[in-house]
């Protein structure tokens, strides 16, 4: 368990008491304070009448001296709420609140209150501002607080416990139902889909069959789940061909021999979970229905679909004509040409230098096609290749005392993952 200082309860003071002081005060201190309107994270933060344990640390102890007369005033943000409104409803000075909008980036924190969030503050025995906190999410609370004549701002983070997590699945209907079905959030699908971008293309080349094992971290507060930290390690194992990924403390994703994951060029200019198409062995031409006979691949996709640089390289035509629709052409070095066609949108100008992901257009259907698609062409020495078997440039390696700390890390990792594996595939 890890070591969260719980500072002493107060007692339960008068909590609404305050509130019916004042109405007389509705100076906007705090411009531009927004308005509570959308509502953050709801789900993840169970709300509770309870009396909250208070994280701040124990030697500070800013209310200890007259604890016993303090008061505690819990105050649920409302849609409409401002930090005006709340203020002037509490009995709490403009003036208050004008100091605490010139305490700087922490304070900052306050205007981003949302429906549903709560502030506390802490009044001593006469009513007085002695403290607010505000919780910014599972962990981190922002805390102001009185000493003296003057007013401060910290944030507090709570030491969380983590713990590791296992999933693995097979791919039976597609690959994010296999994500959802080993238990994966959206965002962690998607991590895992970035972490072996550049090997396999999510898009087109996931089979039924192909499985994945993945260990990440679960962090906890006193025992409770309070959020999903980043996948540690990944098997992708795609038509037979086994993928293995491990995190480095750079957080970037290594090889187990110490190669980046990052490598020239992406698999795929479209992100998986916008292609209509997963399934497709026979990847028949989402227009003309022919298997496919022309130069390039072909990604249905809804119009509007972001399509990306496949790798970092300067933007050599954009431009529209009655065949290609809006294109683009991208030139990565002497070597490397990348063409994207049927453009509902172009994003860059010729001439334009391009970095390897950025946005570049989105999917449309310009140009000779029935139908929205990417049409994506890449060429070596001018010559049109296959871009998942062309032989590419090797991914760097990391540096030798870079190496020494990764390996052992990374063999743990990789061992543990394995032992799981085993377990979990003989239960089947
Ligand atoms: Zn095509």
């Known amino acids: ?44 933060r169970p709300v509770t009448q309870a009396r909250q344990p208070l994280p701040l640390e124990v030697e500070d ?4 001296d007259d604890s016993l007369h303090a008061r505690e005033l819990v105050v649920r943000i409302s849609a409409g709420d401002t930090l005006s409104s709340i203020f002037a409803r509490n009995g709490l000075s403009s003036s208050l609140l004008h100091d605490i909008s010139q305490l700087g980036a922490d304070a900052e924190q306050l205007k981003k209150i949302h429906p549903g969030e709560r502030l506390t503050f802490f009044l001593d025995k006469r009513g007085q501002f002695k403290a607010l906190s505000y919780p910014l999410d599972a962990a981190r609370t922002l805390e102001i607080r009185q000493t003296g004549d003057s007013l401060h701002s910290r944030i507090i983070s709570a030491e969380l416990e983590h713990r590791t997590q296992y999933a693995q699945a097979e791919v039976n209907s597609n690959f994010w139902n296999a994500g959802i079905g080993a238990g994966l959030n959206p965002g962690q699908i998607l991590s895992l889909a970035a972490m072996f971008a550049w090997d396999l ?12 094992a993945v260990l990440y971290e679960q962090r906890y507060k006193d025992g409770i789940h309070v959020d999903t930290g980043d996948i540690l390690a990944a098997e992708f194992i795609n038509q037979g061909k086994v993928y293995r990924a491990v995190r480095h403390d750079d957080g970037n994703y290594y090889s187990p021999e110490g190669r980046a994951m990052r490598k020239s060029f992406l698999r795929a200019p479209v992100n998986f979970s916008h292609i209509s198409s997963n399934f497709n062995p026979r990847r028949l031409h989402p227009v003309t229905g022919q298997i496919k006979a022309h130069r390039g691949i072909d990604y249905a996709a809804r119009t509007g679909t972001p399509v990306v640089a496949a790798g970092s390289g300067v933007v050599v035509e954009s431009g529209y004509n009655q ?16 063409k994207y066609l049927h453009l509902h949108q172009r994003m860059v100008k010729k001439g334009e230098r391009v970095q390897q992901e950025q946005q570049i257009g989105t999917v449309g259907a310009t140009g000779r096609v029935t139908g929205p698609h990417l049409h994506y062409e890449f060429l070596v020495n001018g010559v049109h290749q296959d871009p998942k078997t062309v032989k590419l440039p090797q991914a760097a390696i990391l540096s030798r005392t870079e190496l020494a700390r990764f390996k052992p890390r990374a063999e743990q990792l990789l061992t543990q993952l394995d032992r799981v594996s085993e377990v979990m595939l003989a239960r089947q």
């Open 61 to 64: 102890r800013p209310l200890a």
């Open 201 to 212: 293309d999510f898009a087109l080349d996931i089979r039924a069959g192909d499985r994945f």
């Open 1 to 44: 368990m890890p070591v969260i200082r719980i500072f002493k309860l107060l007692p339960r003071g008068h909590q609404i008491a305050i509130g019916a002081l004042s109405t007389a005060m509705a100076l906007l201190a705090m411009a531009p304070t927004e308005s509570a309107l959308a509502s953050r994270d709801q789900a993840e």
């Open 323 to 338: 065949f290609n629709g809006n294109y683009v052409v991208i030139r990565h070095d002497g070597t490397y040409l990348t």
